[in-house]
Nanobody, 124 residues
Framework: QVQLVESGGGLVQPGGSLRLSCAAS????????IGWFRQAPGKEREGVSC??????YYVDIVKGRFTISRDNAKNTLNLQMNSLKPEDTAVYYC???????????????????WGQGTQVTVSS
């Protein structure tokens, strides 16, 4: 019954912006550790940003450009991406884990449920 559906991906020029959304059903996001991950062709899945019981975290290469947020009224997880670079090209996934977690939350093996992903392509 737990379901996560990403949307908002697409093609954007370098320096542009996209806003990704993850619609959750079957549970309330506020009760979970939540995160955004991405995977480029030939590379391992990489933690981008997350919200744990102790705060919000970002991988260094997106700090200052990406912003994670949770909309409790709509039960959605969002990722605002600005100043996009070609190396940001990847499939982006949202993920959740029920319960508390302390400290950074950017390891993929922490999460139990995943969306199917949305493609982000940054190219001129």
């Amino acid at each position: 019954q737990v379901q996560l559906v990403e949307s908002g991906g697409g093609l954007v020029q370098p320096g542009g912006s996209l806003r990704l959304s993850c619609a959750a059903s079957g549970f309330t996001l506020n009760d979970y550790v939540i995160g955004w991950f991405r995977q480029a062709p030939g590379k391992e899945r990489e933690g981008v940003s997350c919200i744990s019981s102790t705060g919000t975290y970002y991988v260094d290469i997106v700090k200052g450009r990406f912003t994670i947020s949770r909309d409790n009224a709509k039960n959605t997880l969002n990722l605002q991406m600005n100043s996009l670079k070609p190396e940001d090209t990847a499939v982006y996934y949202c993920a959740v884990r029920r319960g508390r977690h302390y400290g950074t939350c950017l390891h993929a093996d922490l999460y139990a449920s995943w969306g199917q992903g949305t493609q982000v392509t940054v190219s001129s």
